[in-house]
DNA sequence: CCTGGAGTTGTCCTA
DNA sequence: TTAGGACAACTCCAG
């Protein structure tokens, strides 16, 4: 036991050292260790609405953030079980007199926190918590009337105001040394993702937080990729290299969208490029306030009206999704994007979410989940406001007849077909002028490009123009009811 | 309380 | 070939 009390630094989704406001705080006010600790939680690692992909990550985030830790002379305390019961027990074994850890606003996370927050006051210890995982908090950012935004336009307008009226937000967090933690506070070794059940033949990006400021580094200077400056033009491309690929390290807190955000304003706010980056800082924000005020969004519709489509849910269609054979190349090329790298270019994700709720008229929850189950930046609150805006039934919803038209898509985003033939090797000798709509080849020419189609790659599972009626149909009925 | 402008990322038909 | 309007009406939000 040591003299001098301890702290406690909580890890979840905050897996870094920089910009760490409450490891900062911690290594501040601890006048003796401060303990990192993480907890493998089996409630998230058994959800069915965990990825193998995410797991992979994580632990590697994880081996990361130890080793940082190691080179300012502490280390990563790992425990396996249910947070309430390894917080107690670490407190009993470093008397730590406080816990701090950076807020997380999903209701599974809220519900746990207030648990433990419970449980440390009732045992005198002191609970500090920050705000970490976005720019402007839940309550930060309200209309007139005190009331949540849950329009996109004018909440962004604000959340702006606000970043311009306030450049101390900007300031580096410096983190001070660190002590050792004690050599008799035991520690799992960090599992592999096989040990936890999990096994994946993706090709992922490495976890980390050096792998994500890097990654941020030469997304702002880059010579050779379109960069942040090219940003606002590049980044619907889902053959070019136009975006920052940075989710799954904000997802896991391996890089803090503070540090994003100053990234940016050294780019210069009034760049095109990076004042369209930062809105997507926003959106992030956006949809973490709305899944707070509004956590039916889980469940069902954000608008109830639409709770009453009648969605066909024909499960041969959603696997011939799920697996990329649908018969329309961009869509294929962007299922199977997903299954190769547990991540989707965000333009082909508009894109099977269109074409699975409007054109198979399934329910959005179903690839929802879908999503969930496989991407590496799988964060509930974007990807939930992402499928209801996508399905029209969320906030800031598109006119209901609005919808995308997979073949028109395809030809404006992927006029050569470089992504369609890279993920859809069937295609590959199928030339520009046909690889939007590859069943218009006439036999002869389906036989001098080596490919039959309706047997080496499929015929269109339905009729764009049949589901489109069909579709505007639908919507039309529950509005009505 | 009323008023008016506006609403991430489209598509299709017609002239 | 291309440009423009229709596609609905509703709700949100600020003044």
């Given at each position: 036991m040591s003299i001098m009390p301890n702290i406690i630094h909580w890890f979840r989704r905050d897996l870094r050292l920089a910009d760490n406001p409450a490891f900062t705080a911690a290594s501040q006010v601890s006048q003796g260790?401060?303990?990192?600790?993480?907890?493998?939680d089996d409630n998230v690692l058994q959800s069915s609405r965990t990825s193998a992909a995410r797991v992979v990550f994580m632990l590697e985030s994880l081996r990361a953030l130890d080793a940082s830790l190691r080179a300012h002379g502490s280390r990563l305390i790992i425990r396996h079980g249910s947070p309430e019961q390894c917080i107690a027990q670490v407190i009993d074994e470093t008397d730590a007199v406080g816990v701090y850890w950076n807020r997380d606003y999903s209701p599974f996370a809220r519900q746990r926190d207030t648990i433990i927050e419970k449980m440390l006051r009732g045992r005198g210890v002191d609970v500090h918590t920050h705000k970490d995982a976005v720019i402007w908090e839940?309550?930060?950012?309200?209309?007139?009337?005190?009331?949540?935004?849950?329009?996109?336009?004018?909440?962004?307008?604000?959340?702006?105001?606000?970043?311009e009226a306030n450049p101390v937000l900007l300031a580096e967090a410096v983190l001070p040394g660190l002590q050792p933690v004690p050599d008799t506070l035991s520690s799992s070794a960090i599992p592999l993702a096989a040990e936890l059940g999990f096994a994946t033949q993706q090709l992922l990006p490495s976890g980390g937080e050096q792998v994500g400021l890097e990654q941020l580094n030469t997304f702002v200077h880059a010579q050779n990729a379109p960069g942040i400056h090219g940003y606002a033009e590049q980044r619907n491309f889902p053959a070019k290299p136009g975006t920052s690929r940075l989710s799954p390290y904000l997802r896991f807190g391996c890089i803090a969208p503070q540090t994003c955000l100053r990234a940016a304003?050294?780019?210069?706010?009034?760049?095109?490029?990076?004042?369209?980056?930062?809105?997507?800082?926003?959106?992030?924000?956006?949809?973490?306030?709305?899944?707070?005020?509004?956590?039916?969004?889980?469940?069902?519709?954000?608008?109830?009206?639409?709770?009453?489509?009648?969605?066909?849910?024909?499960?041969?269609?959603?696997?011939?999704?799920?697996?990329?054979?649908?018969?329309?190349?961009?869509?294929?090329?962007?299922?199977?994007?997903?299954?190769?790298?547990?991540?989707?270019?965000?333009?082909a994700r508009m894109i099977v979410a269109s074409f699975l709720t409007k054109d198979l008229l399934i329910d959005w929850r179903w690839g929802e989940r879908y999503f969930m189950q496989q991407l590496v930046d799988g964060d509930h609150a974007s990807n939930n406001g992402g499928w209801q805006w996508a399905a029209g039934t969320g906030t800031d919803a598109q006119p209901y007849f609005r919808i995308f038209n997979p073949i028109s898509q395809s030809e404006k985003f992927d006029l050569q077909g470089d992504y369609i033939r890279h993920y859809v090797p069937?295609?590959?000798?199928?030339?520009?002028?046909?690889?939007?709509?590859?069943?218009?080849?006439?036999?002869?020419?389906?036989?001098?490009?080596?490919?039959?189609?309706?047997?080496?790659?499929?015929?269109?599972?339905?009729?764009h123009a049949m589901q489109r009626q069909r579709a505007l149909e639908l919507y039309k009925r529950a509005r009505a009811e």
């Open positions: 260790a401060v303990v990192p600790l993480f907890i493998l839940i309550d930060e950012i309200l209309t007139k009337n005190n009331t949540p935004y849950t329009v996109y336009t004018p909440y962004a307008r604000q959340w702006r105001a606000r970043v304003h050294k780019a210069g706010f009034q760049q095109h490029g990076s004042e369209t980056w930062v809105g997507e800082l926003a959106w992030r924000d956006f949809y973490y306030q709305i899944l707070y005020h509004f956590p039916h969004v889980l469940q069902r519709s954000f608008k109830s009206d639409y709770d009453k489509i009648e969605w066909d849910n024909n499960e041969v269609f959603f696997a011939a999704w799920c697996e990329g054979r649908t018969g329309y190349p961009i869509v294929d090329a962007a299922m199977r994007q997903l299954t190769a790298e547990a991540w989707m270019h965000n333009r069937e295609l590959q000798h199928v030339s520009a002028s046909y690889i939007h709509t590859p069943w218009n080849m006439s036999q002869e020419l389906q036989r001098q490009v080596g490919i039959h189609i309706g047997r080496d790659y499929p015929m269109p599972i339905v009729d």
